[in-house]
């Protein structure tokens, strides 16, 4: 009987990240719209690579990311304020302006960038 030898190098444990093996602790990575730490994809914003989460970085790619846009499932969603639903929020927004006292006349677009 012929054994097979085998010449391969031993396989070598994965390696993880930790706080003592080098690497700094980092916070955990938030979207800096809405807050969410989960999400399946890190998407690029306003402030640089990787810094909104997926339901956010789509809207923000389709020029429809606004204050008023919550995803459900951010811990800063409140009913009262937000919406996921984009007719919601315009409708959240006209309300906004005719109690506001006045439509807006500029011309310009609203502004895409949240305040926090």
């Known amino acids: 009987m012929d054994q097979v030898s085998s010449d391969a190098p031993p396989k070598k444990p994965k390696k993880k990240a930790s706080p003592e093996g080098g690497f700094p602790a980092q916070a955990p990575r938030r ?15 306003p402030l640089g690579a990787k810094t909104l989460c997926n339901a956010c970085g789509v809207r923000y790619k389709s020029g429809r ?10 811990p800063t969603f409140s009913s ?6 984009h007719r919601k929020v315009l409708e959240m927004r006209r309300k906004k302006e005719t109690i506001g006292g006045g439509v807006d006349t500029s011309g310009l677009a609203p502004p895409v960038v949240p305040s926090f």
């Not at 969410?36 to 690029?44: E, F």
């Open 31 to 45: 979207c800096s719209h809405c807050g969410v730490q989960k999400t399946p994809q890190w998407r690029t914003g």
């Open 65 to 74: 990311l606004l204050p008023e846009y919550r995803p459900a499932c951010s």
């Open 80 to 85: 009262e304020l937000h919406s996921n639903h």
